[in-house]
């Protein structure tokens, strides 16, 4: 090799081996770089629209990434997981009600969402369905283990003591249970008492 040749060439302004436009191209993706985050910043929820949009179509990446990331450091995804769900308890408890309703093959497994619940338990007046107490669980008048749906008019407000009175009791003496918790509080003996034979 001329080394005498190629020094004069860099001198001259000759590009031997096309280094000048390698030097151009990647000159070019800087830039193109630059105005891309500055495009980014400057039109956030445009792009946060089109990664969901993309994200929607394309719902194997995402999953691949999740798997991906769980692999790397479970015990961080495990843990990021459970800060969540505490941070939305009524989100967790109704993937638990969804999942229920699923291991059951419950019709209306998938209709049911946090509004609907919501709308039940308002029309009930957020009041136990059988007693009339405030209530604190959502029942299945038709138990699922007895082949009950997850659909909204078989979900129903209930108190904690009813709910475990009812059980999964089927068919069920609503008027027989009202009649037991109206005689000063009496708790059933036994749920036999309150299926209708």
Request: with cysteine; charged share 35%; hydrophobic share 25%.
């Amino acid at each position: 090799m001329n080394w005498d040749a190629l020094k004069q060439s860099d001198l001259d302004g000759d590009d031997i081996y096309g280094m000048r436009d390698f030097e151009n191209e990647m000159l070019a993706a800087l830039i193109n770089r630059e105005k891309g985050r500055e495009y980014s910043s400057n039109n956030r929820e445009k792009m946060n629209a089109y990664s969901r949009k993309w994200q929607r179509e394309h719902p194997e990446y995402g999953r691949e990434k999740a798997r991906q990331r769980y692999a790397r450091n479970p015990e961080y995804s495990r843990e990021k997981a459970r800060q969540w769900y505490r941070a939305h308890p009524e989100v967790s408890r109704m993937r638990e009600k969804t999942r229920r309703a699923r291991e059951f093959n419950a019709a209306g497994a998938d209709y049911l969402t946090q509004e609907k619940l919501d709308a039940r338990w308002d029309y009930y007046g957020r009041k136990c369905y059988l007693c009339g107490a405030d209530a604190t669980a959502t029942d299945h008048v038709k138990p699922l283990a007895r082949g009950g749906a997850q659909w909204p008019c078989n979900l129903r407000p209930i108190c904690k003591r009813c709910n475990s009175i009812k059980h999964a009791t089927w068919p069920y003496d609503f008027e027989k249970h009202r009649e037991l918790v109206k005689q000063e509080g009496k708790r059933c003996a036994k749920r036999s008492e309150l299926c209708v034979k």
